[in-house]
């Protein structure tokens, strides 16, 4: 098997609480849209090294996943690949990623850091949306651009140091950040969109 399709597990994905035999798919290379899409008693997953690739809501609404661990070569999580993963409270991306969709953990509430490799360039659309309790993000040097409404909602981000490379920010990026206080600007931006840090109540230091 070489990849796994369109809802897996059909009608019984809500019955479904570990697959962790998925690691013995030595020849597994993707896992495409929608494979586990609400499996809400999802509870542990383990990848096979092989694994390069998770498509669009492939995780969608698994709301009883905690932890993920990644595969080394893996190189894109694709749009929405985790939206919705309500538990879901630590993820290490390897640097093999290249590409993170758009609203790649949006709704992840219970998320509460994230590092981004260096191999990424781009924070895309509403990849941490609605992300509530993300307190800490440690950003890739190669970061080009965030996203418009990347970090939308995120109320308890405190602190974020923007990467050097940096040249545009999206609109509405930061919007309701609640908690930020503070936000350093390199002298390589080039665009700040509109909204990018409305609702930033407790921002101190710009």
Not at 64 to 82: C, R, T
Not at 199 to 205: E, H, R, W
């Amino acid at each position: 098997i070489s990849s796994i399709e369109c809802h897996f597990f059909g009608d019984y994905a809500a019955t479904i609480s570990s697959f962790d035999e998925l690691q013995y798919f030595s020849n597994l290379i993707s896992i495409e849209a929608k494979a586990f899409y609400e499996c809400s008693n999802l509870a542990s997953i383990t990848f096979p090294n092989s694994l390069t690739s998770i498509g669009e809501y492939a995780f969608y609404k698994c709301t009883s996943l905690v932890n993920i661990v990644l595969p080394e070569y893996i190189a894109e999580l694709k749009d929405a690949a985790f939206i919705g993963c309500s538990r879901l409270f630590n993820i290490t991306i390897p640097e093999s990623v290249v590409t993170m969709g758009e609203h790649v953990f949006s709704n992840c509430s219970n998320l509460t850091s994230i590092t981004i490799p260096n191999s990424v360039t781009a924070i895309k659309y509403a990849a941490f949306y609605n992300c509530q309790s993300l307190t800490n993000v440690i950003m890739s040097n190669n970061i080009t651009t965030i996203g418009n409404s990347a970090f939308y909602g995120c109320s308890n981000l405190t602190n974020i140091i923007l990467p050097e490379k940096i040249t545009n920010i999206g609109e509405a990026a930061f919007y309701n950040c609640t908690s930020l206080t503070n936000i350093t600007i390199p002298k390589s931006i080039v665009s700040i969109g509109s909204s990018a840090f409305v609702g930033c109540t407790s921002l101190a230091a710009f």
